[in-house]
């Protein structure tokens, strides 16, 4: 007996927006989150922002990061900010709890508070400073560089729909205080095939991605941390592929050597069905291998009790394996 489910919408896509493969409604508008980092860090490295401040792989990788906060993360960050010679209240993504354990248990140990830099988005508002600040000499300023109007948020945009070929779309602010626009799930799925073959963009774009994805691909742990899905599957990615969480039930990942991109949403937000169904997928797809104990604890996830007795298993629909269309690329 199922005792409870969850349903969502997903989209495999070429970069011509050929879907190969969909489950739900691939037309679903929704908010990418932080799935979409590698878009929102295109135009700073498009604006030469990126090379006037010297940032280097380490940078990058953080740009695109929804990090733990971990003291590795910490140390790009400060080292970040001192090249643009700002402080950490400059940051207007906010403070949270860092996610890394042994980070937390320093702040509490030492009767500290977490600051903008423990933010897993510190990273991606450090990329819009770079930018802000690289500018600083214009009206740049004049405004917050997260509001909609401003020039960096205006970059952000034109980027993003042009990835995603998804025009006009709305916004809201994120949990960082950042706008995210909307899209379909097939358009996100698209745009990270475009992030794996770059095909019809300006040189300087294709030159822009190569080197966000060499920089994610190099530190796989500065874009998640100890402990996180993003980072364990990176590690076992051999350069094939790239895989991003955002909130709310969102994953994408990029297929390196097919040129596909993959989007999918889980409709109640739940990581635990978004988690499952991302790596169902790519173990289906032969990315992950499904007999490696710890992707199957992630495609059947264990059900315990308080006495740890095995009471169920979460796990994706049977639909997924045998739906009738083989899930073949």
Known sequence: MVESSHYGHMAISDNKGNLKYSLGNPREIIYPRSSCKMLQALPLLESGSADYYKLESRHLALACASHSGGEAHLEVAKDWLQKLNLETKHLMCGAHKPYDIKELQYLKDNGLIPTQLHNNCSGKHLGFLTISRNFRKTDHEKLNYIDIDHPVQVMVQKAFEEMTGFTDPKFALDGCSAPNFTCTVEALARSMANLARPDGFSQQRKLAIA??????????????GEDRLCTKLMKRSAGRFIVKVGAEGVYTAILLEEGLGIALKISDGARRASECLIVTILARLGFLDAKDPEIRDIMEAPIVN????????????????????????
């Open 211 to 224: 080197r966000l994805r060499e920089a994610v691909l190099q530190n796989p742990y500065l874009v998640a």
């Open 306 to 329: 308080w006495s740890k007795n095995p009471t169920g298993v979460l796990k994706a629909s049977e639909n997924i394996w045998k739906g009738g269309k083989p899930l073949i690329l």
